[in-house]
């Protein structure tokens, strides 16, 4: 089975800076997926950034990269310039290419609670 | 914009009662998902289902059942609730059968079993 951890249950940032938050994954499989999932308080979790793991080029979205290390089997999810709105709790997950397809559900980890400091 | 909504936020029931948890999505979403997320543990999958009437166990379905009668709407079902099922539940969807799809959540249910 799949496995997902997220070593940092809080991380803190000032506003305006960066901050890199770690996920690491454990698979027998050669090719999936990985996400990176955020739930603001109180509101409902949405899609931050995903990555395909044939793919060496890393992911970006604005201000959010990855950094992701196929073979440390590591995923990491970089914010840049950090804004207030960006607090929330960031989720890793993990689905499998030939588990099922899309049908089948994620792997997430624990998750990460970012604080922003204004 | 994709909506998926659940029929409570908060809800309170006693020990050995039957509970409906709803989710109706708006998109024509061929895959649903039924998650528990409770402190320390993140997201665990309970059930999920590709088709209507078709489901699936996830990593924890014991205590569960779930149904799709219809495409947009799936519920999750505690047939005898218990104080270990006091937890968030969160509903998604997807649209297609393929792995990097994205799964789009509803606001989740705060279920408090007494």
């Known amino acids: 089975a799949q496995t997902v951890t997220q070593s940092q249950p809080e991380m803190s940032v000032q506003e305006a800076e960066t901050v890199t938050l770690s996920c690491t994954y454990d698979t027998s499989e050669s090719d999936y997926y990985l996400f990176w999932y955020k739930q603001p308080p109180s509101r409902q979790m949405i899609l931050v950034i995903r990555?395909?793991?044939?793919?060496?080029q890393n992911a970006t979205e604005n201000r959010f990269s990855v950094n992701f290390q196929k073979a440390a089997k590591s995923f990491s999810l970089k914010i840049s310039d950090s804004q207030l709105g960006d607090a929330a709790m960031y989720f890793c997950?993990?689905?499998?290419?030939?588990?099922?397809?899309?049908?089948?559900?994620?792997?997430f980890g624990k998750g990460t609670h970012l604080i922003i400091q204004p | 914009d994709v909506k998926v909504t659940q029929s409570s936020r908060y809800l309170v029931k006693r020990t050995g009662e039957k509970v409906f948890l709803e989710c109706v999505q708006d998109m024509d979403h061929e895959n649903m998902f039924w998650y528990r997320q409770d402190p320390g543990l993140g997201l665990r999958l309970i059930y999920f289902s590709y088709d209507v009437k078709m489901k699936e166990k996830g990593d924890i379905p014991e205590g569960y059942s779930v149904s799709r009668e219809k495409k947009e709407r799936f519920s999750l079902i505690l047939e005898s609730a218990s104080t270990n099922q006091t937890s968030m539940y969160l509903c998604?969807?997807?649209?297609?059968?393929?792995?990097?799809?994205?799964?789009?959540f509803g606001p989740g249910t705060r279920l408090t079993v007494l």
């Open positions: 990555q395909e793991a044939y793919k060496q």
């Open positions: 998604a969807s997807s649209l297609l059968s393929t792995g990097f799809d994205t799964q789009y």
């Open positions: 997950a993990y689905r499998g290419a030939y588990s099922g397809g899309g049908a089948d559900g994620l792997t």
